[in-house]
């Protein structure tokens, strides 16, 4: 499926993509409301109408940022999302596809929409940060994936050349806004959350497992 010799850069997301996605739904959509109507002793219909509200802020920076969250519903969403942190897991042979980057492909950056304190929740439950040469993160250049400012930005704090750049993502719009900044491989994602049903994607080739990627032989290949 991909040409290894052919690509210099692979730039991968996060929630969907290596990590499974089921934590941050579970979190959004019923662990947040139901946890914000018991401490501010709120009926049902709050909690609707909350869950209304996140889906209504989806790709933008305020969808990703705990920050955001924690002052506008006058919660500690870190603390809420460490109430279910025992649901963060990596999907299915993510690691095994992150080994052989490792130790046979070119640089290996994590663009993400997740924000810093997300990060810093999920790495270390995770191990991603030893498989990884850069992290960057939406927050930091000030544009959602889904926005072509975010593409401009990442180029200049982390240079790649769009023609030999491999990006694997789950969302459609984050990888439509990748083509049209002119990154040649992309790449989705079939069942981002293992709890939901798998999905194809309209525009975009999805991947069922890491493993259709690698070579047979899965040769070493020297970093350029």
């Known amino acids: ?13 996060m929630d969907g993509t290596l990590l499974d996605l089921h934590f941050d ?25 909350l869950r209304a509200r996140i889906i209504g802020e989806q790709g933008t920076l305020n969808w990703y940022s705990l920050a955001y969250w924690s002052r506008e519903l006058g919660v500690d969403v870190v603390a809420l999302k460490r109430e279910v942190q025992h649901l963060i897991g990596l999907r299915s042979d993510a690691l095994d596809f992150l ?39 939406s927050a930091d250049v000030g544009f959602p994936k889904e926005a072509p400012e975010f593409w401009f930005a990442l180029q200049d704090v982390e240079p790649f050349d769009p023609a030999r750049t491999l990006f694997i993502d789950d969302n459609p719009s984050v990888l439509e806004s990748a083509r049209e900044y002119g990154i040649r491989y992309l790449l989705g994602i079939k069942q981002p959350d293992s709890q939901r049903p798998e999905r194809e994607l309209e525009d975009f080739i999805a991947l069922e497992r890491f493993a259709a990627l690698l070579p047979e032989e899965m040769p070493a290949i020297s970093r350029r």
């Open 25 to 49: 739904s579970h979190f959004w959509l019923e662990h947040l409301p139901q946890r914000y109507v018991e401490l501010h002793k709120l009926d049902a219909q709050h909690e609707r109408a």
């Open 1 to 13: 499926m991909i040409d290894w010799n052919a690509i210099d850069t692979v730039l991968l997301d």
């Open 99 to 137: 080994k052989w980057l490792k130790q046979a492909h070119p640089r290996v950056i994590l663009a993400t929409n997740a924000d810093r304190e997300s990060l810093a929740l999920k790495l270390p439950l995770t191990g991603l940060e030893g498989y990884l040469d850069a992290i960057v993160s």
